[in-house]
C-alpha cells in the first residue's frame, strides 16, 4: 500500500527575490511614501515650537526651551472653558444632526425609480458643496438680513439673527448640513450600488415592502460605511470649520461664536505668538486621537466593526 503524497507548501520568496520580481511596483510604492514623509512626517519637526519661546531669528532648536508655559497660558485663558464649550457644542450638534441626513437622502434616492429625476436631484444636493465658504456666508447674510431678508419675508418678522447669540449654533449647523449633506451621499449610494438586485428580487416575491426592503437589506448594507464615517467624523470632533465662524462671527454673538480655531487666528497669525497656536493645534490633536480610540473600541464592542 502506497501512503498519500502530503502536498508540499510553497516555498516563500525571501524579500530580496520578491523585490527582485517586482521592482517596478516598489518604485511607484516609492513615490507616496516619499511624498508623505516629507509633507505629513517632515512638519512633525515643528511641533517643538509649543514647547519653546520661539524665536525666528534663533530658530526652533536654539530658541530657550519652556516646557507647558503656553499650554498654561492657554488653559488659563480668560474665556477658555467658553472657546472649549462652544466648540465641542458647535462639533456635537452638526455630528447629531448632520450625520444621518446623507444616510436618509440615499436611502431615498435609491428608491427613485425614474433616471432623469434621480440625476436632477442629485446634482441639486451636491451643488451647494462647491460653494465656497465666503460666497456661503455672503448669501446667508443676505438670506438673514433684518431688511428685505428671504427669512424674514417668509416669517414677518425684522429680526437680524447673526447679533442674537442663540441663533448663531443653529445657523452653522443648519447651513452645514445644506452645503454638505448632498456631498456626502455619494460614497452611501456607491455602497448601495454594489447591492446585489437578487435579494430585493427575492424580498419582492415574498412581499416585502419598500420600508422592509430598507431596513433588512439596505440599512445592514450600509452599516459597516456608516461606522467607518462615523469614526472620521468623531475623530474631528475638535476641528470646528474656522472660516464659516469667523466670518459669521459679530461683536453680540461672541457668546457662542467664540471658538478654538478663532483663538489660534487671533494668537498665532494676528498677534504672532507662534508658539501659542502650535500648543493649541496640538492640544486639539490630542484630543482627536483619543475620541478616534475611544469610538473605534466602541464600534468594534457593539458592531463588531474595527477599522484602526
Known sequence: MTSAAV?????????????????QLYVLLLIPVIITIVYKYGPMYGIQIAFRNYNPGLGITESPWV???????????????RMLWNTVKLSVFGLLWGFPV?????????????KRLKRTTQTVIYAPHFISTMVICGMLRIFLSPSGGLINLIAGTNIDFL?????????????????????????????????????????????????????????????????????????????????????????????TS?????????????????????????FNTAINIVLLVIVNRIAKKFGDVNFV
Open 7 to 23: 502536498p508540499r507548501k510553497p516555498l516563500r520568496k525571501n524579500l530580496g527575490r520578491r523585490f527582485a520580481d517586482h521592482w
Open 67 to 81: 516646557g507647558w508655559k503656553w499650554f498654561e497660558r492657554f488653559f488659563r485663558a480668560p474665556n477658555f472653558d
Open 102 to 114: 446623507p444616510i436618509i437622502l440615499s436611502l431615498v434616492l435609491n428608491q427613485l425609480r425614474f
Open 163 to 255: 447679533t442674537e447669540a442663540g441663533a448663531f449654533r443653529t445657523i452653522y449647523v443648519a447651513s452645514g448640513i445644506w452645503q454638505e449633506a448632498g456631498w456626502g451621499t455619494i460614497i452611501y449610494l456607491a455602497t448601495l450600488s454594489s447591492i446585489d438586485t437578487s435579494l430585493y428580487e427575492a424580498a419582492k416575491v415574498d412581499g416585502a415592502s419598500v420600508f422592509q426592503r430598507i431596513l433588512h437589506i439596505d440599512i445592514p448594507c450600509l452599516l459597516p460605511m456608516i461606522i467607518l464615517q462615523l469614526i472620521l467624523s468623531a475623530s474631528g470632533i475638535m476641528n470646528v470649520g474656522f472660516e464659516k465662524a469667523y466670518l459669521l462671527q459679530t461683536d453680540l454673538n461672541r457668546a
Open 258 to 282: 467664540d471658538i478654538i480655531a478663532i483663538y489660534v487666528y487671533e494668537q498665532g497669525i494676528v498677534s504672532a505668538r507662534y508658539e501659542l497656536g502650535t500648543a493649541v493645534g496640538l
